[in-house]
């Protein structure tokens, strides 16, 4: 049969017809998913919708692309499984055991840890120079969350004793700040053309690190505190440590390094001696006496009512995954077990406040040991940037420190359902993709290197 000319070529002209739309669709939403972070779910899905749809006008060309990169590939795999084991949750429903929305808590799985990030990292291969845009948006996202925070807060911080939220609880609210302080401390404008220039980036740059310090001490979420003081020190450690300690072996460099330990220690010790807040949620007292309890084994008669709930939720947390370890629970399965194996103090909680324990419950030793071999994979790059990739390394390991820090308060909170913790986690993981993406087109793999 003769073939009809206008039907061969229509698939690659509609392609062709495609290509500056599906772009235009993918970095508007990837731009608003990036500033949504702070403060607007709203924004957040809308700007996920139109990235997603970018990528699905592109899949033929990014989908054999992106499955070449192993992160990637692992990050796919995740997604594939959490869906998988979604409709064998469906399908395993009986009367006595209804479907408790499995397939809507897969999507959220997907949204926060891996759909994102894949359809991040295409946009961002594509177009490098996004990634800083990206990184700048997220910054301005937390500056706003914390002016949105300040209206809606009862007093002001100093004023008395508040935690600071946006349309999210205070700890997520935490979380985001610590991150932001992140992204802050590895990207000082240490290069910026004249001297006029450079200075006023600088006041502009101390001036938003010092705001992310507030917020992230306002929050009164210690469990982003404690990932702050381990992960952001790790991450300068790894970027700026060699240099650092070249420059203190010379005389001149000792003394503005000093003077400027000093005036740190000095600030955030005025900052937090003034600020009834982190007294109010730092009390030694309580802490030596929570200490002693959790020694002597007695949880229950733990002073400290959020640290009590936390251990009877992981105590329990062993006796749900005992009782299901391969394929846990379902996606919707944890609040269920909670509800039928925890204490009866702890059993109104919807997951179990530690993200490997919830995903163990969740998605069994399976779904745990994907998400486990991604997150290993993503530090490994993030910390050790590939050779040959044009993406700078403080941007890689900005990235890797962003996802160790969130795996680090990630123990201690969960953040499944709001844009504190979706938009950070798929942009870090996004950057990473692309940065391999980027190396393997110049025919390197995933062997450390320097990008000059």
Not at 36 to 45: H, L, Q, T
């Amino acid at each position: 049969m003769p073939t009809t000319p206008w039907i061969t070529g229509a698939a690659p002209t509609v392609a062709r017809a495609c290509t500056p739309v599906s772009t235009g669709l993918g970095l508007s939403g990837l731009a608003l998913f990036a500033f949504s972070g702070g403060f607007s779910v709203a924004a957040m899905n809308t700007g996920l919708a139109l990235m997603l749809l970018g990528f699905l006008l592109q899949a033929r060309q990014a989908l054999p692309t992106l499955l070449r990169d192993p992160l990637a590939l692992l990050v796919t795999a995740f997604c594939a499984y959490v869906v998988l084991r979604g409709l064998l949750a469906v399908y395993s429903s009986t009367p006595a055991d209804p479907d408790r929305g499995h397939l809507g808590q897969s999507w959220h799985l997907l949204r926060a840890d891996g759909l994102l990030a894949v359809a991040g990292g295409w946009w961002l291969f594509r177009h490098p120079a996004w990634i800083r845009r990206c990184l700048n948006l997220a910054v301005l996202s937390g500056l706003v969350g914390l002016a949105v925070a300040l209206t809606r807060a009862p007093r002001l911080p100093w004023e008395g004793l508040v935690r600071l939220k946006t349309s999210a609880s205070p700890n997520a609210f935490g979380l985001y700040a610590a991150l932001v302080l992140l992204v802050l401390c590895m990207r000082p404008p240490v290069r910026c053309g004249t001297r006029a220039r450079r200075i006023m980036l600088m006041a502009g740059w101390g001036a938003a690190l010092i705001v992310a310090l507030l917020a992230l001490l306002w929050s009164g979420s210690r469990s982003a505190w404690l990932g702050a003081m381990i992960g952001i020190p790790v991450t300068l450690a790894v970027q700026w440590g060699p240099t650092l300690c070249r420059w203190l072996a010379t005389p001149a460099g000792r003394r503005p390094a000093a003077a400027a330990a000093l005036l740190a220690v000095l600030a955030l010790g005025g900052i937090v001696a003034t600020s009834d807040t982190v007294a109010w949620r730092l009390d030694p007292g309580e802490a030596v006496r929570s200490v002693r309890d959790i020694a002597a084994g007695d949880w229950q008669a733990v002073p400290n009512r959020s640290l009590r709930y936390r251990l009877m939720l992981w105590r329990s947390g062993a006796t749900i995954i005992r009782n299901a370890p391969w394929l846990g629970w379902g996606p919707a399965g944890a609040q269920p077990a909670i509800k039928r194996y925890a204490a009866s103090e702890v059993k109104r909680f919807p997951h179990l406040h530690n993200m490997v324990l919830n995903l163990w419950a969740q998605l069994g030793l399976v779904g745990v040991g994907l998400f486990g071999v991604c997150g290993i994979v993503a530090l490994f790059r993030g910390l050790r940037p590939p050779a040959g990739s044009d993406v700078p390394d403080n941007l890689v390991r900005l990235a890797g420190g962003g996802l160790l820090t969130f795996f680090l308060i990630g123990q201690l909170q969960i953040r499944y359902l709001d844009p504190t913790g979706i938009v950070p986690n798929s942009l870090f993981l996004a950057i990473l993709i692309a940065t391999g993406l980027r190396a393997r087109a110049t025919g390197h793999r995933d062997t450390p290197g320097h990008t000059p």
